[in-house]
């Protein structure tokens, strides 16, 4: 399941697979962080190598709805200097480690990034076996499932550059 780390939210609606809290308590142990929240509850783990894997419920179904692995909140102006159809995914991942490049049909791919101000998601073609950045799409700041929107000030001062 460490697949769903990351994994874009459009495309994550689309399969079924449903996770609950103690799906990954089994997977990840207990949490260092659990708050309870409406629409939403998170809990968040303190990773070996100074991320934290912050996992996202919906409050009364207790299903996973998002799990996050970052260090830090981006800033959009992180994503500024990714030229279109020139940076790859490398470059991507030197901004956030934590990419994960989800395949969407043949020579096509997307990732999706967690901002301080919404999110970037970003779309590749394959060229010459690399993933070439074909577009970058913000959504607009404030989206109710957005981490800056959801986590309660003391726990998002940990993520905030």
Do not use: C
């Amino acid at each position: 399941m460490t697949g769903l780390i990351n994994f874009p939210v459009s495309l994550r609606q689309q399969i079924s697979v449903a996770l609950r809290s103690s799906d990954v308590e089994k997977m990840y142990g207990k949490p260092n962080i659990a708050r309870d929240g409406t629409p939403y509850s998170y809990e968040i783990r303190k990773k070996p190598d100074n991320s934290q894997l912050i996992v996202i419920y919906n409050s009364q179904s207790k299903m996973v709805t998002e799990i996050w692995q970052l260090n830090t909140l981006l800033k959009k102006e992180a994503f500024s200097k990714l030229v279109i159809k020139t940076a790859n995914v490398d470059d991507v991942k030197k901004i956030d480690p934590f990419t994960h490049l989800v395949e969407t049909s043949e020579n096509k791919a997307v990732s999706e990034h967690q901002l301080i101000d919404g999110r970037a998601t970003i779309n590749y073609v394959k060229e010459n076996q690399q993933w070439v950045i074909a577009s970058i799409e913000f959504t607009i700041p404030g989206r109710r499932a957005d981490l800056s929107s959801i986590l309660k000030p003391e726990d998002l001062k940990e993520i905030l550059p």
